[in-house]
């Protein structure tokens, strides 16, 4: 069976502080992996995704980067954190090729990042 | 314009009783998905239920089921008999081929059922 496994789960860091979350699939090969951030109160909003290794898209122009080094790994990144990058950030995976009809997306379980 | 509206922020509900949330999509796409996800506070993300717009049946699982009114573009989740594991934010979501099979989430409803 497929599982994602993302971490950390809580993190604090400072502004200005760089930051790193990783996302890992295991069971399932060529995957689409998706980086999702929700804000307090508020609905997903897309942030990244990435159909193969080295290719990433972008969906909202800010001070965050992802990477994905190998075919079940998603990096989120920062170079510089600041305090509108607080959130809960989920990644996700889902299925290339469309064989069953409900394909939809699987999450992590999520980090709660606080920048302070 | 949005592609899922959820128009209840908040909603609570009786345990053992039957509530309906609401989803309204938009899309000129003949073929899409609807999706409902519940994220209890955890935070992580829990798929429920699906409805593809060709389905002439609604869509069931279990105790959820998605009232897909096509004509009118809503696609509601009830859940029946609520029950206290039940409170948590339910997600309606679209995911629409004409965008690359992009998925659209709504702004969540906040579901609390009261013992």
């Known amino acids: 069976s497929q599982t994602i496994h993302q971490w950390p789960a809580t993190l604090v860091q400072p502004v200005g502080s760089p930051l790193s979350l990783e996302c890992t699939v295991e069971?399932?090969?060529?995957?689409?992996l998706y980086w999702y951030r929700q804000a307090a109160g508020r609905g997903l909003q897309l942030l990244f995704y990435s159909v193969g290794i080295g290719q990433i898209s972008s969906e909202v122009p800010q001070n965050l980067s992802a990477s994905r080094p190998q075919d079940r790994q998603f990096i989120l990144s920062s170079k510089k954190l600041l305090l509108s990058d607080s959130g809960f950030y989920l990644c996700?995976?889902?299925?290339?090729?469309?064989?069953?009809?409900?394909?939809?997306?699987?999450f992590g379980s999520g980090t709660r990042l606080t920048v302070v | 314009a949005q592609k899922i509206t959820q128009t209840q922020p908040g909603m609570f509900v009786q345990e053992k009783e039957a509530v309906t949330l609401d989803c309204t999509y938009d899309?000129?796409?003949?073929?899409?998905?609807l999706f409902w996800y519940k994220q209890p506070s955890s935070g992580e993300m829990i798929f429920l239920i699906y409805?593809?717009?060709?389905?002439?049946q609604n869509a069931t699982e279990g105790r959820y089921s998605l009232n897909f009114q096509k004509a009118r573009k809503s696609a509601n989740l009830v859940i029946s008999a609520s029950q206290l594991g039940d409170s948590a934010m339910y997600f309606c979501a679209m995911r629409e081929p004409s965008t690359g099979n992009q998925f659209y989430f709504g702004t969540g409803t906040s579901l609390t059922v009261i013992p």
């Open positions: 409805q593809g717009s060709y389905d002439e």
């Open positions: 069971g399932t090969s060529n995957p689409n």
């Open positions: 996700a995976w889902r299925r290339k090729y469309y064989r069953v009809p409900n394909y939809g997306y699987t």
């Open positions: 899309t000129s796409d003949q073929s899409y998905g």
